[in-house]
């Protein structure tokens, strides 16, 4: 099978699916018309995931992020993006942003939502946090969990995603039981909506985050005496989870004709504390 062939598939199992113009599922480097060994899944092809995916002898990489740092290929033209693509060329790896179907179709471009986004889906079905779902189950983004204090839920994000830390911010003598993915906190006039669903979470999770809209929020409510904290993984982190469930459903696609493996991108932050 094709490496093309696979992409084309994957693509049929994600309709219904409306095009946004050209989107984001492209070709990132290689050649899709060679016999794919087997597939790679991760949520951001790093030069150390490419490297594992070669080792492993698997030339077809699906990743959910951007590889050349959020710039169009021929934007990009420095040593490190040149070594990245030397590399797959001269190991035969194409890489494929499967990025935009994976989070699915809704307004605008559809009445209604017709697939799951499989990000904050799978992120759910990875957490087993199926029964705590509260609101829409097909892009699940708020959960009513079993009460917890905010440094066991902390050290639970820490294990589930697999971090080396977390930032914090707020009241750590918080009890957690409304938890909020509230998506990207970038400062625009999105925040005003994000800071009416901060109201309502004792746990706001983000992806991008300024500090000057949400967690400023956070830091007054605390202050304040609310129960609410803010624990800040970074965007990638957020999102490999639903990487690692891709592992589950394509199988349905593969049909065992060549390996999959999940790969984690990482956790790119490290941590240095304050010294005694």
Request: hydrophobic share 40%.
């Amino acid at each position: 099978m094709k490496i093309s062939e696979l992409i084309e598939r994957i693509k049929q199992w994600h309709e219904p699916y409306v095009a946004k113009d050209e989107g984001r599922d492209l070709i990132l480097g290689g050649n899709p018309d060679q016999q794919c060994t087997g597939v790679i899944i991760t949520v951001c092809a790093t030069l150390e995931v490419l490297k594992k995916a070669k080792e492993k002898n698997c030339n077809f990489i699906i990743t959910h992020e951007s590889i050349l740092y959020g710039a169009k290929e021929e934007d990009m033209d420095n040593d490190v993006v040149q070594y990245k693509k030397r590399f797959m060329e001269e190991n035969g790896l194409c890489v494929w942003r499967d990025h935009d179907r994976m989070h699915g179709n809704g307004l605008p471009f559809q009445p209604e939502r017709k697939r799951n986004d499989y990000i904050f889906y799978g992120l759910m079905k990875e957490l087993g946090w199926e029964e705590y779902v509260e609101g829409d189950s097909m892009k699940p983004l708020w959960y009513k969990i079993p009460k917890m204090s905010a440094l066991d839920f902390a050290d639970l994000l820490i294990e589930k995603f697999h971090l080396n830390g977390l930032r914090l911010v707020g009241n750590l003598d918080s009890t957690i039981e409304t938890v909020w993915f509230s998506e990207h906190v970038q400062g625009g006039k999105m925040d005003k909506g994000k800071l009416k669903g901060g109201l309502k979470a004792d746990a706001i999770i983000p992806f991008e985050i300024v500090d000057f809209t949400l967690t400023q929020y956070v830091v007054d409510a605390a202050e304040m005496g609310q129960n609410k904290v803010l624990y800040e993984m970074g965007h990638f982190n957020a999102e490999e989870l639903g990487m690692r469930y891709m592992c589950t459903w394509i199988q349905d696609i593969v049909k065992q004709e060549v390996p999959v493996e999940f790969i984690q991108a990482g956790d790119f932050f490290q941590y240095r504390g304050k010294k005694a």
